[in-house]
């Protein structure tokens, strides 16, 4: 026994009915298979546009801060310079040798020792003191401390032992001996992580 599945068979409004079904079922399909896919990857590629889009508003206010960001960084180059001579990074006998006989004769006072002792580390700098001899006038050694005080490099001077002199003269009435401790800065090693990363 065959089953006729002929459209004849149906009224006309069956046939449209069954036209009208299977035309749904065909946009259904197509809109399933082709348009979700589409909007789905329209919706992904829209917010990797906002993604990208964020960022280039990012890139521009860093640009736009660029040239505040240089003068901030000149601005710290130079303070650091005028520090690293308040606090140097290297030990120059020499110079700070240069630099206390001036102080000492723009005060009237003579020299008579100096003599670098050990330096002493700290974390982030060490201490190197100087024991001095000098000779003069309580007055001229005042003036000498007063000068060490207002020294564009730190300088503290401590264990200060004056004894008055057994034949003094108008000139030079008094021995101080005193330390004087200055402090250089210690460079920072990077890191072997820092150093990679460079």
């Not at 993604?51 to 000149?74: H, P, S, Y």
Request: proline share 4%; with cysteine.
């Amino acid at each position: 026994m065959a089953i006729d599945l002929s459209l004849n068979k149906l009224p006309w409004y069956g046939q449209v009915l069954l036209f009208a079904i299977l035309g749904l079922a065909g946009v259904g399909v197509f809109y399933y298979f082709y348009v979700m896919p589409f909007h789905t990857e329209m919706a992904g590629r829209e917010q990797k546009l906002a993604a990208l889009r964020a960022d280039i508003n990012k890139g521009m206010t860093t640009a736009t801060k660029l040239a505040e960001f240089r003068a901030q960084v000149t601005d710290l180059q130079t303070r650091l310079d005028g520090l690293k001579a308040v606090l140097p990074e290297e030990k120059d006998v020499a110079d700070l040798l240069r630099r206390i006989q001036t102080l000492a004769t723009q005060s009237n006072l003579s020299i008579k020792g100096f003599k670098p002792m050990a330096t002493a580390t700290k974390q982030l700098h060490a201490e190197w003191p100087i024991a001095l001899q000098l000779d003069g006038t309580y007055h001229n050694l005042g003036m000498f401390f007063d000068r060490i005080s207002k020294f564009s490099r730190i300088i503290n001077v401590s264990s200060i032992a004056i004894r008055a002199k057994d034949k003094p003269d108008a000139n030079s009435t008094i021995t101080a001996e005193c330390t004087a401790t200055t402090f250089v800065l210690l460079e920072q090693k990077p890191t072997p992580a820092a150093a990679a990363k460079k």
